[in-house]
């Protein structure tokens, strides 16, 4: 299992929901000047969001940057939760990406990590068949808004994943034949400051697929159970 440590801005969290299983966020569909996603989710992890792109620059399908802009909502079991106005440069250079802080005359904050941390930020290898497999992986998450304070180090384990065989998934843009990435994934226990209380959050296991569609070269959907509760985290507007 590998085991990395990245500390992780919510730019690059709403990003790991959908882009392709080959890292190539430069060819992502809302990677171009005027490109737009909005990423949705509910259920035990509510999320909400939308990035607008511009200033696109491509030296090939794998280095590229742009100015990304927007707004990011998120909350778990409504008690680690963070918002975000997105002003950012994002850079990509094969396997790694970096955000700095787009706002003149700030300081950049800068965030680097390896794009195969994340389980929807690429499995590390083209899907080629049902029954392939991925490496489990571990990384550390930092979550909430660090403008209002300490930020809340999580650490978070993936088991193997598994390629089921393609299906037919409504999407935002029409039903689209995607590959099923099954895996489970636990989050260590830890605390948080809730109106001024430390509460305790426990360790979290849960069941994750993902849904990637080759036709937009993205994962769509990602669903989410936990102890019987479900939760879905997909892409809902493109362009």
Not at 86 to 91: A, E, G, Q, T
Not at 182 to 189: C, G, K
Request: glycine share 8%.
């Amino acid at each position: 299992m590998m085991q990395r440590s990245c500390k992780v801005w919510m730019l690059l969290v709403l990003l790991s929901v959908c882009t392709s299983a080959q890292a190539q966020i430069c060819e992502a569909r809302f990677f171009h000047n005027g490109g737009v996603i909005e990423i949705g989710g509910s259920g035990m992890l509510t999320v909400s969001a939308k990035l607008t792109f511009s200033q696109i620059k491509k030296t090939s399908n794998t280095v590229c940057q742009a100015q990304v802009n927007g707004f990011a909502k998120y909350a778990l079991m409504s008690f680690l939760s963070g918002a975000n106005d997105i002003d950012h440069v994002l850079s990509v250079s094969g396997n790694k990406t970096s955000v700095a802080n787009a706002r003149p005359g700030k300081a950049a904050d800068k965030a680097t990590f390896d794009v195969q941390l994340l389980g929807l930020f690429g499995f590390g290898a083209p899907i080629q068949t049902a029954g392939q497999k991925f490496a489990a992986q571990s990384y550390t998450l930092a979550v909430g808004d660090p403008k209002r304070g300490p930020t809340t180090p999580v650490g978070v384990r993936m088991g193997e994943k598994t390629v089921g065989a393609q299906q037919s998934i409504q999407t935002a843009v029409g039903k689209l034949q995607c590959w099923p990435v099954r895996y489970a994934r636990s989050t260590d226990a830890t605390t948080a400051q809730v109106q001024g209380m430390v509460l305790p959050i426990p360790s979290i296991p849960s069941q994750v697929t993902d849904w990637f569609c080759p036709s937009t070269n993205l994962v769509m959907k990602q669903e989410i159970e936990h102890s019987g509760q479900k939760s879905v985290i997909e892409v809902k507007a493109l362009r």
